[in-house]
């Protein structure tokens, strides 16, 4: 008989991974895993997106309907409907609203009028206080700093009655005057002053040393050098000031009694004790106010996301 001849094995030669097949399986589960949580996690933000827009949608849709297609529809599925399919007839609500209420378009322009005021007030005298905290060493400069952090976590409410004391002392609280009175506390914010030094504070210094080589000086090297570098941090203020001023009404309600001054959200109280009392003009109306603060958390996301996280990490 033949002998079998034995091939020779190879010095580098490996032995078969055998484990390869378990650990590919570990991956695929791994990863099966994290779809899974990922799917999970989509599925109860769609769940909380529905619960929160719910009361929204059904608001706008009760906006297009009459008083008395609301209620017929109240207790069915075509509440989250339109009354009618003719577009034309939706907006009638909306005409009723500034036909019955002669103040309305004011209160909107007013309430457009006081948030652009505030806006350009806080922005000026805001980074300018927060400016001097991060730039100026002066006697009691620490001690300043401290008492505007703790007064971060003062509740705004229990200022009110002791501004409406001292503005009724300085004679804000006249007719001719109200309106200053009204804007004035609004124009000093510890927390934006706070949020404008953190963010000075990051800023080279040697910006606004070579400014001052070239010739400016310091309000100069401001404006035209600091500002230009604080765009993100400016409209994460812009921002919360307006959805702030837009949304205010307990210092509105004590400040106007007359109409013709009232912003919108202080407006809106004399239409939902209007009496007969109309559902869909009290949704039109309702509506008028939820939009720009939609629009502007829908535009400008990125904006209030970075300010949180802005302001948390600083």
């Not at 609203?97 to 007013?110: A, H, Q």
């Not at 993100?232 to 812009?238: H, M, N």
């Not at 939902?272 to 535009?299: E, G, Q």
Request: glycine content about 4%; overall charge neutral; proline content about 6%.
């Amino acid at each position: 008989m033949e002998e079998a001849t034995v091939c020779p094995v190879p010095e580098n030669a490996q032995p078969p991974k055998a484990e390869k097949p378990a650990k590919d399986s570990a991956a695929v589960r791994r990863k099966a895993l994290r779809i899974s949580l990922k799917t999970l996690f989509y599925i109860m933000m769609c769940v909380l997106a529905v619960l929160f827009l719910f009361p929204v949608f059904w608001m706008v849709m009760n906006s297009f309907k009459s008083h008395e297609q609301v209620y017929a529809t109240m207790d069915s599925l075509a509440t989250f409907l339109p009354a009618s399919w003719n577009v034309g007839e939706w907006f009638a609500s909306y005409g009723n609203l500034f036909t019955t209420f002669d103040e309305f378009g004011r209160s909107i322009l007013n309430s457009v009028m006081y948030c652009a005021i505030t806006i350009a007030g806080v922005l000026l005298i805001n980074s300018l206080a927060g400016y001097a905290l991060a730039r100026f060493v002066f006697p009691g400069h620490k001690t300043l700093v401290t008492i505007i952090i703790l007064l971060l976590i003062v509740p705004v409410e229990t200022s009110i009655v002791p501004q409406y004391v001292i503005l009724n002392t300085l004679g804000l609280t006249s007719r001719d005057l109200r309106v200053v009175g009204y804007l004035l506390p609004g124009l000093v914010s510890p927390f934006y002053i706070f949020m404008f030094r953190s963010y000075f504070l990051g800023i080279p210094r040697e910006l606004e040393e070579a400014a001052y080589i070239d010739g400016c000086g310091r309000f100069r090297t401001y404006f035209r050098v600091i500002l230009p570098c604080c765009l993100p941090v400016i409209a994460t203020v812009s921002i919360f000031t307006f959805m702030g001023q837009w949304n205010e009404y307990v210092f509105a309600q004590l400040m106007f009694s007359d109409p013709t001054l009232q912003p919108l959200q202080v407006y809106l109280q004399l239409i939902n004790n209007f009496n007969p009392k109309d559902i869909s003009l009290i949704m039109a109306s309702l509506t008028f106010s939820t939009i720009p603060i939609a629009v502007v958390y829908i535009f400008c996301q990125r904006y209030i996301i970075e300010g949180v996280a802005f302001s948390g990490l600083k």
